[in-house]
């Protein structure tokens, strides 16, 4: 599998990036075993979790691979803090919160370090400083070897990249990971440039529009779905509009016309995005998951990106896309 740098920082990981979400709940030991052996056979080596995902539940039974299924060394270890569901402070990213959820999560990942630490949201409450000095520390420990965002508008990311460039010592930004698909374009207006121009990069989380994009729901909606979840039902509809079925009818029929797979189609569109690092790819099975290590090797021709690109295009106005502004693809109007 491809590797790409992970914005200015040293290290490399793999284009598409294995999800954790369903890991413990929808996904048991045994087929998440086999998800993370299927693969790091393919080349993949960034795995992505929360310290929130199923209650810690997706950690720990990572934490239970390491040496077992994959070698320590051999896997990028990606996970976030900040977020506290079912509370009154819905996110927290205060200092002493941070350091303490980085704590917890080293104890059920099994391991000293993490090779990403990224803030699930934006907390109102918290000072910027204040977050990122719990970057600095969790770096200068040797806990977290880099650093993230995850969830932030354009102005949060701007405010938070150049705050740690402009002091001497300070642990860059490396990533953010946003929500990025064919459905869900609006990191284009403003939070994909600021990364760009601070040197930084994307992981797309839901590439496949929540499970839209794969063409599941053209004629109803299967009983063992996402949609049909309690868990995600919410999640899903959002994208269950007439525009979104008009971007998957697109989808299909590219796909069709390449000999492949929708969900193909739709992962290579967002991986090779301008300043997307991976595609971050949740499957509920190990079945599941083979279908999306298969878009690694489609590389989608330009006139199927050009067409893919017109169909989805979200709308834009002054000021993020005024007449001044500089278009993140050269296929965009300035």
């Known amino acids: 599998m491809e590797q790409r740098h992970l914005g200015s920082a040293g290290l490399s990981v793999s284009r598409?990036?294995?999800?954790?979400?369903?890991?413990?709940?929808?996904?048991?030991?045994?087929?998440?075993?086999?998800?993370?052996?299927?693969?790091?056979?393919?080349?993949?080596?960034?795995?992505?979790?929360?310290?929130?995902?199923?209650?810690?539940?997706?950690?720990?039974?990572l934490g239970t691979f390491i040496d077992d299924v994959v070698p320590r060394h051999d896997v990028v270890i990606a996970t976030k803090a900040a977020s506290r569901p079912g509370t009154d402070r819905r996110f927290d990213a205060s200092r002493g919160y941070l350091l303490a959820s980085l704590d917890a999560s080293?104890?059920?990942?099994?391991?000293d370090?993490?090779?990403?630490?990224?803030?699930?949201?934006?907390?109102?409450?918290?000072?910027?400083?204040?977050?990122?000095?719990?970057?600095d520390e969790a770096v200068r420990?040797?806990?977290?070897?880099?650093v993230g965002i995850s969830n932030y508008c354009g102005w949060q990311t701007a405010w938070a990249s150049a705050w740690q460039q402009a002091f001497p010592g300070r642990a860059p930004l490396v990533a953010s990971q946003m929500e990025y698909s064919l459905l869900q374009r609006g990191v284009e207006r403003e939070v994909l440039p600021?990364?760009?121009?601070?040197?930084?990069?994307?992981?797309?989380w839901s590439p496949l529009g929540r499970g839209v994009l794969t063409g599941k729901y053209r004629t109803g909606t299967p009983s063992d779905s996402r949609?049909?979840?309690e868990h995600f039902t919410d999640f899903v509809r959002p994208f269950m509009d007439d525009r979104s079925r008009h971007i998957v009818d697109a989808v299909v029929t590219a796909a069709s016309g390449l000999g492949v797979a929708p969900l193909e189609v739709a992962l290579a569109w967002v991986r090779d995005r301008p300043g997307v690092i991976a595609a971050i790819v949740g499957a509920r099975t190990a079945a599941q998951l083979l279908g999306s290590l298969s878009a690694e090797g489609?590389?989608?021709?330009?006139?199927?990106?050009?067409?893919?690109?017109?169909?989805?295009?979200?709308?834009?106005?002054?000021?993020?896309h005024g007449w001044n502004q500089k278009a993140v693809t050269p296929s965009e109007e300035t």
Not at 106 to 111: E, I, Y
Not at 141 to 146: T, V
Not at 194 to 204: H, S
């Open 106 to 111: 080293l104890n059920r990942l099994g391991t």
């Open 194 to 204: 600021a990364l760009m121009e601070a040197g930084a990069g994307i992981l797309a």
């Open 113 to 135: 370090y993490v090779d990403l630490w990224q803030f699930h949201a934006w907390d109102p409450q918290t000072p910027i400083d204040e977050t990122l000095s719990a970057a």
């Open 141 to 146: 420990s040797g806990k977290a070897r880099y």
């Open 227 to 229: 949609a049909a979840s």
């Open 298 to 320: 489609l590389e989608l021709p330009e006139e199927i990106v050009s067409a893919l690109d017109e169909v989805s295009t979200p709308a834009r106005s002054y000021p993020e």
């Open 16 to 61: 598409l990036g294995l999800g954790t979400m369903t890991w413990g709940r929808d996904t048991d030991e045994h087929e998440a075993r086999d998800q993370l052996s299927h693969f790091c056979e393919a080349g993949g080596t960034l795995v992505d979790t929360a310290d929130v995902y199923v209650d810690g539940a997706a950690e720990r039974i």
